[in-house]
């Protein structure tokens, strides 16, 4: 139980650096270089899962036998695609049926991403 607590407290600490950074380029995007919200988030998705997956890899899930680091990351490719995927139809769906701003629907959609996405590097693509 506190190998799991000790998990989720470092894998939130690695979302919170891994919202900040995305957010970051996601909001710059969107609303300063005014890119399209659905490639705005794919960008921002690209660049936050390959600094997620490296610190999930090396701090969070911490292998405990030796495996190199490109063994996993297929795995937790294929849960990142599967993410962003339902994240963006889910983001699309309801900026277009409500108009409501891409940006205060992404920030609502965070916490489902989240548990989306500890659960899957939990159970399937760093075990």
Known sequence: MRKLR??????TLVGGANFVLTFFI???MLKLLKVNYLLSLLTAWGVGMVFSYT???MWVFNPEQKIQ???RFFKFLL???LSVL?????LGYIVETTST???FVQMALIPFIVAFNFTTAKL????
Not at 6 to 11: D, I, S
Not at 124 to 127: A, F, G, I, P, T
């Open 86 to 90: 339902l994240n963006m139809w889910v």
């Open 6 to 11: 000790v998990e989720a407290t470092r894998f």
């Open 79 to 81: 849960a990142s695609v």
């Open 101 to 103: 701003d891409p940006f």
């Open 124 to 127: 399937w693509s760093m075990r």
């Open 55 to 57: 610190l999930n890899f």
């Open 26 to 28: 996601f909001t710059s």
């Open 69 to 71: 680091f490109r063994a």
